[in-house]
């Protein structure tokens, strides 16, 4: 097993460390399981699957901290990032939940936070907040307390964001009840003192307008969530487009948040924006409904509006198919042997890209062929039209 | 002054002069598109993070704060800005740190591009312009230096080349072609 | 090779001769033997701390017009300066911009000058123009001439000399437009100290301002003397014997500030200096005698070892 609480919690052959795979004896283990679950001769397997949909769940990794960046993740040993905190705060962790720092073992008494490491940071062109960074360093911080009531914890935020249900007022409790500071301002400059490895924070309070420099034990970087390093690949074989942030895009910000461009394909979870554990939950399971809703169904609903190929005028160029996102036309032979393009209709979606690039005219899509644009278009612009337009803005007193 | 007064009170009675709330009459609307004018892009997209504050080598040593400075000038509240125009060392730390991509160096920059359009002229401005104007370079050519560099086996300066008249020349009409001369206040300088 | 022509700006010429004298040593027959050229027609840059601080319209004119001169001399401008680097560089990049580059060629009409860019190639009738490149001393010392030439011309490499490298602003910011170094880790610098022989220690705040830049020298004195007084406490305190830099801004404040405040001082110098004297040149022709705090220390020193 990886560690305690691991994700799925199984046990793993260690490949490189086991005697048998070293020696090719010992076999002990599958001796001792009672349910027959080890077998040392599976190997990789790359499985075809025929499916109805798919949902994407690829989740995310974490900021990496630049290697000469103001932070010096790399340059000294007790600033730390929030993942490293998280397993020396647990239970089961490498220090049985013991907060320690990394330098000399010993219990920090000052702990700093540096909150939008790797977010909201144009530079890096990382422009988005990762929503989770305040309030796991507030949990963070009222677990340090809890154990060690002495520490005393500072908080480096911009903008504290405790939006969701009961955040706001952990975010009291930890003021409150524990004592927890926090100091509005992003640190400018950190120094280690040679000695004792503590780190030296300079960083301007901007509420108080003054600049500050203040000595830590242990500097935690609450680091932000980054798309997963697969993302692109899995966008190109799926035809997922990819937002400016790198993460998913959703068929519509507010109507369609878990559909993406591709039919049957839905999204959950941090693969489309940086999201916590209850609003992950709450869309894989509203991706998982989807999916169920048009497998279930057994039919799929499909645009009325699609487009048509006069076979008469189309010479077979293929700048459709290149052209269409959902991949909806395709060169066919016809009976007389010469290419043509051919529209499957369950794929389209009426958008028209194809009938506005076909350099032979022969693709109309329906409902919005040349002649009805245009009647629309002379209708809108007729003087009588014009008139009333002009009317009613004059009633309405534009 | 007694011991008591001046311990409790200096300093409150003019503090009382000073307007303490600002209304909208203070406001400038106009001075964030004065500055994007010259060159200060995007005051108003600013985090108000402290970071420039923070790395910004004057603003440890006097009472300088480049982030309020900006705040202010978001708001357009100009008369804040006058005292600080022109100690910024242009290091663009400020930039290069800045996690909004905003360049503080540069509004500094259009800020007094400001002030020497309303006339506030700091002296060294004028003696490196008519540096320039007089001898081509804004450092005033030395004698000392000369000879020393007679004995290097270097030439002479530039400016001492009879040559130089026509660069000279140049730059006074060039000078004179944006204004420039009279903005600084060196018309007599500039002989076009 | 590339031909180059030479840019020394306002200070190397009229405060420190010996710099310029070492620049065209190293660059001369007597070092790299390199393609560069004098173009006495050169102006001041102008200074970025007052020209471009005050009106942008004039410095860009003044600036191209020095442009001007290496397109038509088809060179690339060799800068020893960080203030002309990054005052010409900047030029160059305003230019670009055909509307801007447009407005100033109205102007420079007056004095019979144009400014296009250095022709590269002609795609049929249409001729493909470059900006005109400015490089700076450092960058063209450690990338075109290789910091295995200078190893292998350091005749007399400066062992057991500890240098504080000092890059000065400009050089590395902003980056806006251009990146010649990494702006959080510079490195070229030190590689060619350490390509002399000597040593490169690492101090505090080694990217901060030397305090002389934005006319704040200029216009408060003691301002800028109290920041190179910081710089100064941290090179010390790690036991330099002389400090390098790469500007000649940095070099004055860095010479001048030190009285201020103590009594013996750092040795400052030009990187083209400290390369002259890895090479073997004769100390007296490099002008310490123009540098207020003495280079005695730092000479003696190397004669010892």
Redesign the interface.
Known sequence: MPFPQAVPLKYTIDRENCLHFKTGKCLLCVKECTNKAIDHKMEDEVLDLKVGTIIVATGFQTYVP?????YKYWEYENVITALELERLLNASGPTGGHLIRPSDQKTPRRVAFIQCVGSRNKKIDRNYCSRVCCMYAIKNAQIIKEHEPDTEITVYYNDIRAFGKGFEELYHRVREEFGVEFFRGRPAKL?ENRETKSIMIRAEETLLNKITEREFDLIVLSVGLLPSEGSKRIGKTLGLSLSSDGFFAEAHPKLRPVDTATDGVFLAGCAQSPKDIPDSVAQAKAAASSAAAIMFSGKVKIEPLTVEVDESLCVGCGLCVEQCPYGAPELIQNEEGRTRARIIEALCHGCGTCAASCPQNAITAKQFTDEQICSELVAALSPSSQARTNGKKAEEGV | MGEVERTFISGLKEELVEEKVIDESQLDPDFAKEIKK??GKDVMTFLQCGNCTGVC??SL??DYKTRSIIKYCQFGLKKYTLGTR????????C??HCPADI?P?EV??AL??IA?REGV??P??K???TN?VRY???????EE?NK??KE???GD??TF?P??K??L???S???H??K?DK??GIEDEVKV | MTPYAYFFG??I???Y??V??AV?WVCGKEGYDMDVKDV?????C?????????????WL??AT?NLVLAQDERREILTVCNGCLTSLMKASEYLKDPKSMGKVNR??A??G?KYTGVPKKSEGKRKVFEPVSVRHYIEVMANDIGLEAIMAKAKRPLKNIKVAVHYG??Y?????SRTID????PVLLDKIVEACGATSVDY?DK???C??????R???VD??N??TE?KCRNISAVGADCIVTGCPFCLLQFDNAQKAFSKDGIPVMHVSQFQALSMGIDPI?L?F??HHVSAHSLLRKLRGA
């Open positions: 630049m290697k000469k960046g103001v120094s | 010259y060159g080598p004057i040593k006097i022109w100690v910024c060392a242009t290091c663009y730390r930039y290069e360049n160096a500094m920059i007094r591009h020497v002229i700091p060294f401005i003696v490196a312009a320039l081509g370079q804004s450092v005033k050519p030395d230096i020393i560099r290097l086996g270097l300066i530039h080349n040559d130089f026509k660069v020349r140049e730059i009409v060039l000078v072609a944006s420039y903005l600084i | 306002c200070v010429p009229n405060r001769p010996g310029e004298y065209r006495p027609d050169f102006s001041c102008p200074v970025p701390g007052i020209f471009y601080s005050t009106d942008k319209e004039t004119l003044l017009r102007v420079l007056q004095v000058k602003c400009h590395l910011r902003p980056t806006e990494d702006p959080n880790n505090e990217l901060d301002c305090g002389a830049g934005g006319g704040v200029s216009h408060v301002l800028a109290s920041l910081d022709s002008g005698d123009t």
